[in-house]
């Protein structure tokens, strides 16, 4: 498997304002097949309970997605995301970067450590362009893949879409 570099993994999480949110420290990706590696620094509640709740595990699967996104797009490894730049990506995931996701979680054990990994199997990536909504014209990604957590305790299916605005949107205050 191929290292995703610190620069990437960084940069794309710098969009986390709080560096105790940043849950994914490191991972490698041999597409179709990834594992990362993920530390929970800061937890959602002050009174956490003794084991990862699911916004956590919401968190890691998101974060996970953006990283491989940003990976393959420094990398040119697909067609789908066509000219995108590293650079572009992070700049959208400012203010022109949707994203929605469904995932199904289902529990085996439970995940007690705040230190553990992910291994993970892509289902497939696509891209749609001109997709309108809301007034603005959006370049859709979608990724789907199947995951395991903590060695099985958590496994399940996720599906995220990426929604890029093409075009700023003129906003008029009435």
């Known amino acids: 498997m191929?290292?995703?570099?610190?620069e990437v993994i960084d940069g794309t999480l710098d969009a986390y304002p709080r560096p105790g949110l940043r849950y994914l420290k490191e991972a490698e990706i041999d597409y179709p097949n990834a594992r990362a590696r993920f530390v929970l620094e800061e937890r959602e509640l002050k009174r956490?309970?003794?084991h990862i709740m699911d916004v956590e595990i919401a968190r890691c699967l998101t974060q996970f997605c953006y990283v491989c996104f940003g990976h393959i797009i420094s990398e040119g490894e697909s067609e789908v995301f066509g000219d995108l730049s590293l650079e572009e990506y992070w700049e959208?995931?400012?203010?022109r970067l949707t994203i929605k996701g469904t995932k199904t979680i289902n529990y085996r054990g439970k995940i007690q450590e705040t230190d553990?990994?992910?291994?993970?199997e892509f289902r497939g990536m696509s891209v749609h362009?001109?997709?309108h909504f809301r007034g603005s014209d959006y370049r859709t990604y979608n990724a789907a893949f199947d995951f395991s957590l903590d060695d099985g305790k958590c496994t399940g299916h996720a599906r995220f879409v990426f929604y890029l605005e093409n075009k700023p949107v003129e906003r008029h205050v009435i």
């Not at 191929?2 to 610190?6: D, G, M, T």
């Not at 959208?92 to 203010?95: P, W, Y």
């Open 2 to 6: 191929k290292r995703i570099s610190q």
């Open 116 to 120: 553990f990994f992910g291994d993970f």
């Open 92 to 95: 959208a995931m400012g203010d």
């Open 48 to 50: 956490a309970p003794d």
């Open 129 to 131: 362009e001109d997709v």
